[in-house]
């Protein structure tokens, strides 16, 4: 079957032409572009700088804060596995979760080369209610504090050795991000097109078998 003769057969069952031009519009006119909530911080840990300007001895532990910052991403992730793009550039939204938390080390490299240069845990949050996502922030925060004050406690580090965060920015900024309509209408129309032509195309195939069988 020619373009033509399937103009032509989209104009002889008009019907089904109709049926479906209208379900694409009806598809068409529910559709929206989804809202998401969004916020990131920078958790830093830091080490006494009177321990650190201590020259180290043999088998003296340490106060490279990196592993450290490795451990607590992996207890605040409570060792969910989340498919992560190495470059921190990417975030939660644009690689498909929109209602979650995840932190991870600030990989200053590029997807295939790994590069940590300083202890920082990125930690993001999105959703779709604002309040959520700011409460949701504030729990992950609340729970690398916690994990950081547990594991030394575990250790027994002494009070002149103790890593501390800070958390950049200090007030979290929530950022809205709404999807674009243009695309998935142009979409969904196409896709419609498509399925109406497919419907008119088997409706005439049906349509001549028909005719031969009753002939």
């Known amino acids: 079957m020619t373009a033509f003769d399937l103009a032509r057969a989209a104009l002889r069952f008009w019907y089904v032409t109709a049926l479906g031009l209208v ?16 916020t990131n911080q920078v958790v830093t840990l830091e080490t006494p700088a009177a321990f650190d300007a201590q020259p180290k001895q043999l088998g003296q532990v340490s106060s490279d804060p990196i ?40 990989n200053s490299g590029s997807q295939w080369v ?9 930690v993001e ?12 922030q504030r729990r992950e925060l609340s729970s690398i504090n916690a994990s950081l004050v547990q594991l030394q406690d575990r250790f027994s ?16 900024e929530v950022v809205q991000i709404s999807g674009s309509r243009v695309r998935p209408m142009a979409a969904i129309a196409l896709i419609g097109v498509i399925v109406t032509l497919c419907a008119v195309y088997f ?13």
């Open 23 to 38: 379900a694409s519009g009806a598809v068409l006119w529910h559709a929206h572009p989804q809202t998401v909530y969004w």
């Open 114 to 122: 790994v590069s940590v240069r300083g202890p920082k845990i990125q």
């Open 125 to 136: 949050t999105d959703g779709p209610d604002p309040a959520a996502v700011l409460q949701k």
């Open 203 to 215: 409706t005439e195939r049906w349509s001549r078998r028909r005719v031969r069988s009753t002939a």
């Open 67 to 106: 592993p450290t910052a490795e451990i607590l991403a992996a207890l605040v992730n409570e060792h969910r596995t989340l498919l992560r793009s190495r470059n921190s550039d990417a975030t939660l939204y644009g690689e498909g979760f929109y209602d979650t938390s995840n932190a991870r080390i600030v």
């Open 157 to 172: 580090v002494g009070a002149e050795q103790r890593i501390t965060m800070s958390i950049s920015p200090e007030t979290p």
